[in-house]
């Protein structure tokens, strides 16, 4: 059981919107900054998303993040075929000293 | 061009050892908190360890303690982990990852993984 609580899966039509949650607690999402991965079978993850909103160099602004207390959302507009896969949250636990990721959600594109 | 390189995972029988390893090209890992994490099959990211860029810091997850250790030699520019004691659930793919130098914990390059399966 992860210390961060995606839903299991989202699905949504090509060029719609869709949004995934992360939930967690006052010692991870409530204090530090939120990362969001893109994770395809067999490759390496992505990042997408760090400090909450931030994007790295070559991710387009189609990914979008935002954080409320203890949730964080990923948001993906424009969806494409390409955009399925396994996305993921995760940041730092000051309880545990140790990083925590949400368990993953497998996006669909319809 | 910014690359890391897992080598070391294979088969190994239950409270058996192994010692894995992660070659960074493109960057000096002396600047950087470097981090492994793994992937059950069938399952969702797990972190398991980073270290600080001198090596005075390190943590692990709780399922890990006493039984893996991370390393880094910044002159060979490579990360380790030492497994040991290991169990069929530390059966994964272990990743090895750079930490961006900004708050939190953004991995923003990750080596291909290497498997690592435990089993008699």
């Known amino acids: 059981q992860s210390v961060l609580t995606q839903p299991p899966s989202v699905s949504a039509a090509p060029g719609q919107k869709v949004t995934i949650s992360c939930s967690g607690s006052?010692?991870?999402?409530?204090?530090?900054?939120v990362s969001w991965y893109q994770h395809l079978p067999g490759t390496a993850p992505k990042l997408l998303i760090y400090?909450?909103?931030k994007r790295p160099s070559g991710i387009p602004d189609r990914f979008s993040g935002s954080k409320s207390g203890t949730s964080a959302t990923l948001g993906i507009t424009g969806l494409q075929t390409g955009d399925e896969a396994d996305y993921y949250c995760?940041?730092?636990?000051?309880?545990?000293?140790?990083?925590?990721f949400g368990g993953g959600t497998k996006l669909t594109v319809l | 061009e910014v690359q890391l390189v897992e080598s070391g995972g294979g088969l190994v029988q239950p409270g058996g050892s192994l010692r894995l390893s992660c070659a960074a090209s493109?960057?000096?890992?002396?600047?950087?908190?470097m981090t492994w994490v793994r992937q059950p099959p069938g399952k969702g990211l797990e972190w398991v360890a980073n270290?600080?860029?001198?090596?005075?810091?390190?943590n692990y997850v709780d399922s890990v303690k006493g039984r893996f250790t991370i390393s880094r030699d910044n002159v060979e520019n490579s990360l380790s982990l030492q497994l040991k004691s290991l169990r069929a659930e530390d059966t994964a793919v272990y990743y090895c990852?750079?930490?961006?130098?900004?708050?939190?914990?953004?991995?923003?390059?990750w080596g291909q993984g290497t498997l690592v399966t435990v089993s008699s």
């Open positions: 990852a750079r930490k961006l130098p900004v708050s939190g914990t953004p991995m923003d390059y």
């Open positions: 400090e909450d909103n």
């Open positions: 995760g940041t730092w636990d000051t309880s545990l000293r140790a990083g925590v």
């Open positions: 270290i600080k860029e001198d090596g005075s810091d390190k």
């Open positions: 493109g960057f000096t890992i002396s600047s950087y908190w």
């Open positions: 006052s010692s991870n999402i409530g204090s530090v900054y």
